[in-house]
């Protein structure tokens, strides 16, 4: 079946600093993959999306490239901010529409 | 954006009672709905798909008689948990999906149930 691995947190970093999350997946086909970030107190909301191998998907300064060789998607920002404390999930579409997410990763950023 | 309520956020009940969440598509319709568990430090683990006016579909592995689910309107489904127990106290999470693929998905904030 389909599963989604990425790295342990928490991740912490300095503000300014160089952000890679980790992740990879198992699927039959190629499903889409999804970033999806959760701030304290509110629901998951979409980061990101691609649909097709090589395709990047990017927002907010984040960006995945979808990468069938390596079955992976991992999330990169160039440069943190306090404000992108959060917890990142990555996630794949299968049939039916449903998703399947990762453990997630929390971020923390500090001054 | 679309907006996804739930309500309560939390809830502390006792062993063997009955809850009730809401989970409800504040400005948009709908067709779908998903509920999820989550456990701490694990993944959001898809417990049932309900689409409106249909029986929920449940996961693998999810009791469908203990974990009932009602979606009688497009922007309302609700996940009842029926003669609670300790090990049911999770963190229970919704989705809507309105008209679109997988990433027309919107969430809810969760609620935290607490079975004593």
Known sequence: GNSVTQMEGPVTLSEEAFLTINCTYTATGYPSLFWYVQYPGEGLQLLLKATKADDKGSNKGFEATYRKETTSFHLEKGSVQVSDSAVYF???????????FGTGTQLKVEL | GAVVSQHPSWVICKSGTSVKIECRSLDFQATTMFWYRQFPKQSLMLMATSNEGSKATYEQGVEKDKFLINHASLTLSTLTVTSAHPEDSSFYICSARGFGGADTQYFGPGTRLTVL
């Open chain 1, 90 to 100: 990555c996630a794949l579409g299968g049939g039916g529409n449903k998703l399947t």
